[in-house]
Every structure is written in structure tokens, then in C-alpha cells.
């Protein structure tokens, strides 16, 4: 019976302990849990660019505070200044719309008759645009319950701009800091693989740093690219609010979907208001655009390890699904990862059966 009792206050006594170390987990969990996102945005942009930080650094005679105030500097200029442009620009291109409709100068241009003969889409597509030109009233009756059902969703995708620009900020002050205890980080990345896989930790740390690098200079730097390209082509050609379609370039190159799936109805759109020699260069220069990953990806994710495409497309629509624009970015990284660490699991696992190795050369 001592025994038993013994036994007893024992179990109550471990399980009170489990209990309160379980609490606080899911308790601090719960309080950075709003921070998670931009720190992991953080640590990859700081692993992304530590190569520049290098450089820089030395260049700079080994003040890494220095070149870390510097790289962070820029990085906010070159996310804060976009920003601005792309939501003055759609202010005032909505604006410019409301005005036009508010003392009836809208004038939309009649579609060509040649758009009624586009396979599937051509004939309502010509219908839609007609009625445009010709009774907008009516076409916003029309669909005014589509709209009502799209208005509340376009409000929140607007209001929750001003959080993802601000999470994005806190993300290139974490990857500055994060840059300058380089060292720590490295160690602390190494202690933790360590724990979790064991002896291939260092592998592990270096094979991460590898994907993350390839991923957002192979994926996100290249749809970067595009969306500034394409949106200096639709500034150029004056269509209103360039900084949204450079948005919805970017979300779709991010895809890896081909650009000219935006650009492509707006260079019709060109032909349709503007002269032919205008037009023709904007459609031009919209299939460079578009074509452009194919040379920029070899060169910058080649620098990588090749990662399936798949991976990158379910990683960027499920991390925006998730967690909004950011997880539009991370998402398709930590799923990369994600990937490539399971892959090097699997044959760490068979290493004492190269025939196996040798038919699925995973690493």
C-alpha cells in the first residue's frame, strides 16, 4: 500500500510538472505567435543575402554593424518606395475612374470585332466590353450582385496591405540584426539540427542554406524582376494604377505561371486605345517580359539545388492561403525546404544501400 501511494504522488506529481511546462509552451506560443511569420521572413532574407553582407563588410574593413545598418537601409528604401508608388498609383487611378464615371466622361473604347472570333471566351467576353462602351449604367446593374459580393473582399485584400507592408518592414530590421550575430546563428542553426537529425547536422545547415538561397534568388528575385519590368511597361504605356498589375505580375510569376497571362489582354487592351506603334511596342516588350525566366532562372537559381517547380507552386498558394501576401513568399520557401530536407532524410536512411542511392540520386 506505501508502495502504491508512493507510486501515486509520484505520477501526480510528474504529471503537474508535464502540465505546467506544457502550459507555458502553448502560452508563450500563443504570445509570438504574430511574430512567427515575419522572424521566419527574417531569417530567410538574412540567409539569403549574408553572401552580400560579406562583402560588404569586408569592403567596409570588418564593421559588420556598419554594413548591417547599411543592407537594412537599402532593403527598407527598396521596399518603402515601391510601396508608396503602387498605392499612389492605385488611389489615383481609382480616383481617375470615379471621377470619369461621377460626371460621365467614362469613355470606354468599342471592342474590335475580332474579339468575337477568340475561342471560348471571345463571344461574352465581346458582349461584356460592348455593353461597356455603350451603357455602363446597365452593366453595373447588371452585375451589381457580383460586385456586392466582391467589394467586401477587395476591402479586406486593400485594409490588410498596410499589415503585410509593416510585417515585411519588421522582417528586414529582424535579418539586419540577424546579420550581425551571423556567427551565434550559424551555431545555434547547427545545435538544433544536431538535436533533431544527429550527426548530419552540419550537412543539414549547409543543404538549408543552399535551398533558401536558391529559392529566393531562383523564384523571388525573378518574379521581382518581371513585376518591375512589366510594371515600367504599363506606366509607360499609361494604363491606370500600374502598381496593381505589378502586384498581380508578381503573384502570378511567383506562380510560375507565364507573365503574359497579365499582360497579354492588356497589350489587347493597348491595341484597342492606342496607335498601332505604341501598341505593337508594348506587346513586344510584354513577351520579353514574359520570356525573361527563362535565361534568369538558370543564372540565378542554377547557383542552387534544383527544386520542383510543384513544390514552389503548392508552397506559394498554400502560404498565402495561410497567412496572407508574406506567406505568399514564405510559404513557397519552407516548402522547398521542407522537400529537400525529407528527400536527404530518406537517404540518410538507406546510405548502406547504394543501389538505392544510386537510382534515386536525391542529393
Known amino acids: 500500500m506505501e508502495n502504491n501511494e508512493a507510486f501515486y504522488r509520484r505520477s501526480i506529481y510528474t504529471a503537474l510538472r508535464i502540465g ?15 511574430f512567427i511569420l515575419p522572424v521566419l521572413w527574417g531569417i530567410i532574407i538574412a540567409v539569403a543575402i549574408f553572401p552580400l553582407f560579406e562583402r560588404l563588410s569586408k569592403i567596409l574593413g570588418n564593421r559588420k554593424k556598419l554594413a548591417s545598418i547599411i543592407i537594412t537601409l537599402v532593403a527598407l528604401s527598396i521596399l518603402v518606395v515601391p510601396s508608396i508608388f503602387f498605392v499612389d498609383s492605385t488611389i489615383d487611378g481609382v480616383q481617375h475612374v470615379a471621377n470619369q464615371m461621377e460626371n460621365g466622361l467614362l469613355n470606354i473604347p468599342m471592342p474590335s470585332e475580332t474579339v468575337s472570333s477568340w475561342p471560348i471566351i471571345g463571344k461574352p467576353v465581346f458582349e461584356i466590353w460592348h455593353l461597356a462602351s455603350t451603357n455602363l449604367e446597365a452593366l453595373i446593374i447588371k452585375f451589381a450582385p457580383q460586385l456586392k459580393e466582391f ?3 477587395l476591402l479586406s485584400v486593400a485594409s490588410s496591405l498596410g ?7 519588421i522582417s528586414i530590421i ?25 550527426k548530419q547536422a552540419n550537412n543539414f545547415v549547409e543543404l538549408s542554406t543552399s535551398i533558401i538561397r536558391s529559392v529566393v534568388q531562383g523564384v523571388l528575385g525573378v518574379a521581382a524582376i518581371q513585376s518591375l519590368l512589366g510594371a515600367l511597361g504599363i506606366w509607360a504605356i499609361g494604363i491606370p494604377a500600374p502598381g496593381l498589375w505589378a502586384l498581380i505580375i508578381l503573384f502570378v510569376a511567383i506562380l510560375q505561371l507565364p507573365v ?35 535565361f534568369l532562372k538558370p543564372i540565378f537559381l542554377g547557383r542552387g539545388i534544383d527544386i520542383p517547380m510543384l513544390a514552389i507552386l503548392i508552397g506559394a498558394i498554400g ?7 508574406i506567406g505568399l513568399f514564405v510559404g513557397a520557401v519552407v516548402l522547398a525546404l521542407s522537400y529537400k530536407i525529407f528527400q536527404a532524410l530518406l537517404v540518410d536512411d538507406v546510405l548502406d544501400k547504394p543501389e538505392i542511392v544510386e537510382k534515386n540520386e536525391i542529393i
Open 20 to 34: 505546467f511546462i506544457a502550459l507555458l509552451f502553448v502560452w508563450s506560443f500563443e504570445i509570438i505567435k504574430p
Open 151 to 153: 467589394a467586401p473582399s
Open 163 to 169: 499589415t503585410t507592408i509593416l510585417m515585411f518592414i
Open 174 to 198: 529582424i535579418a539586419g540584426a540577424l546579420l550581425t550575430k551571423a556567427e551565434m546563428s550559424e551555431k545555434a542553426a547547427k545545435s538544433i539540427f544536431n538535436t533533431l537529425i544527429g
Open 260 to 294: 503574359l497571362l497579365v499582360m497579354g489582354p492588356l497589350a489587347i487592351y493597348v491595341f484597342s486605345v492606342s496607335d498601332t506603334t505604341p501598341a505593337v511596342i508594348f506587346l513586344i516588350w510584354s513577351i520579353v517580359v514574359s520570356a525573361s525566366d527563362a
Open 319 to 325: 502560404g498565402m492561403i495561410l497567412s496572407g501576401i
